[in-house]
């Protein structure tokens, strides 16, 4: 935070207010096409090379729905607990936005097709917190804009906007808490692990990548203070369009600061929308925030009511996966790692990577090794996130198999695996070029072992009168000495039998 916005202190915020969120999280669906029309849903593409009549808002363009889309809404609804709605309606939300072709977005507004659930998140001391789900329904999204002249393409201090309709029309499901209350100091914590538990689910369901930072995940943070010991909720204000963990988590921080600032002082709070920026973890008033009068909602007179048979609704739930939660208990119970060892590898982003090796061969303690320890210091040197390393399970797994069979020392495997992350070719590659491979040559071993010995005397009287940690010297100079390609089994039993002649 920079020191010229006028702040409430942290502790001094929860010493006078309680604060209330309500999150709302936009997950666009990975399916080829869009929610109403036959045009491409895949990300990207020339601006506006990926729409039709339906997505532009032609007169006379009739939607169609994407009944892919309404079966992966399903899925989620099921997921998060929820019941779900055996007939629901879509309804025409009138808006005007640049973004929006209609003039109004096709959504669901009194009759949504999944309420009234619950979704149980893990905080960072493992204490768990269940988050109320008031409703997910679908919609459609809407088109992009690209600000020019404002810093990273936002709003602020732009000078004009560009329209890309390509994602207009996209399937959209929006998931939407009941007020959450009670978290005090936790609230921006909560906020993010729950955010961070919803991407991890829909990505476990197959239905999206949730790429935030590409948009297929968008997180809306509503926030109100209310005075410590009261209960009718404060004035809200929803930050739109957050895209990443670490900014749901700034955002409410910023907000609950701010508000209680502008209380204290004798002010009030507008109901509006505000503009994260990335830049210093702030937020800016954008628009007054509307009432759902104001988006005269009606039923779409041009789609039918969507009919979720129980039998079509229990056939979806037997395709559900293990959920995210369910299959890491499974793990760590087979694994035999600890509560704080498995949120250390989950915060690193190593369990899919971990598993993946799994699956290519490696054993469980050795696919965390790598990842944990090596790997994840070799991605913060390079400053990207591990996944973004250029190394592949499959390559750490070969790994382990060639130090498994005795080709590679642990010293040399490193080396190896430097040069796969140097983009030195593949591990075979980078082994032959860099002439890693352990020493088979018995007898050069063999000599190396004994110039060792000749060389220190005293620690050979050591070997021989019972110190056998002292080895570990002769083991070192012969290593030294064969540029660590010596079999260190092999050293080891010449020593041992070389001592006690």
């Not at 948009?215 to 957050?242: A, C, Q, W, Y």
């Amino acid at each position: 935070m920079t020191a010229s916005y006028d702040l409430m202190d942290y502790d001094e915020v929860l010493e006078r207010f309680d604060p209330v969120m309500g999150l709302e999280v936009h997950v666009e669906l990975a399916t080829e096409t869009k929610m109403f029309s036959a045009s491409s849903a895949e990300f990207g593409g020339e601006p506006n090379s990926h729409v039709d009549p339906v997505s532009l808002g032609l007169p006379g363009a009739l939607p169609v729905v994407n009944a892919k889309g309404v079966e992966w809404a399903i899925k989620i609804g099921l997921a998060l607990n929820c019941k779900i709605a055996e007939s629901s309606r879509f309804a025409r939300k009138n808006y005007f936005y640049p973004d929006q072709p209609k003039n109004y977005q096709i959504s669901q507004y009194d009759e949504p097709i999944a309420y009234d659930g619950y979704l149980d998140v893990v905080l960072d001391d493992g204490e768990t917190w269940r988050v109320e789900i008031e409703r997910a329904h679908m919609e459609e999204d809407t088109g992009k804009l690209t600000h020019l002249g404002g810093a990273d393409g936002r709003l602020q201090g732009a000078t004009s906007s560009l329209v890309d309709c390509n994602r207009a029309g996209v399937p959209l499901i929006e998931i939407v808490t009941k007020p959450i209350e009670g978290a005090g100091a936790r609230a921006p914590e909560v906020a993010r692990c729950y955010v961070a538990a919803l991407r991890e689910l829909v990505k476990a369901l197959g239905v999206s990548d949730a790429r935030m930072d590409q948009g297929s995940m968008r997180v809306d943070s509503n926030l109100s203070l209310r005075p410590v010991g009261t209960e009718e909720f404060g004035t809200r204000t929803e930050t739109k369009n957050i895209n990443s963990l670490r900014s749901v988590e700034q955002a409410v921080r910023f907000e609950m600061q701010r508000q209680a600032r502008v209380i204290t002082d004798g002010g009030s709070i507008r109901q509006e929308t505000r503009h994260y920026q990335e830049t210093d973890g702030s937020t800016t008033a954008g628009r007054i925030k509307e009432t759902a009068e104001d988006y005269r909602y009606f039923n779409d007179p041009d789609l039918p009511p969507v009919i979720a048979p129980k039998a079509w609704v229990e056939e979806i739930r037997v395709t559900l996966p293990e959920l995210p939660w369910v299959r890491k208990a499974r793990l760590q119970q087979e694994w035999g790692v600890s509560d704080e060892a498995m949120r250390d590898l989950v915060n690193a982003g190593a369990l899919e990577l971990i598993i993946a090796t799994i699956e290519q061969g490696a054993s469980s303690a050795e696919a965390r090794s790598w990842w944990v320890a090596y790997l994840t210091q070799k991605a913060n040197e390079r400053d990207v996130a591990l996944a973004d390393l250029s190394i592949t399970p499959a390559q750490v797994a070969e790994v382990c198999q060639l130090v498994k069979e005795g080709k590679l020392t642990n010293k040399l495997a490193r080396q190896a695996v430097d040069g796969v992350l140097d983009g030195e070719g593949t591990v075979s590659e980078v082994v032959a070029a860099r002439g890693l491979e352990v020493v088979r040559d018995d007898g050069a071993i063999e000599q190396a072992v004994d110039e060792a010995l000749a060389a220190n005397p005293d620690i050979v009287a050591k070997i021989q009168g019972g110190n056998n940690k002292a080895a570990g010297a002769i083991v070192g100079a012969v290593m030294k000495a064969t540029r660590g390609k010596a079999d260190p089994a092999l050293v080891n039993k010449l020593i041992a039998e070389k001592c006690a002649q």
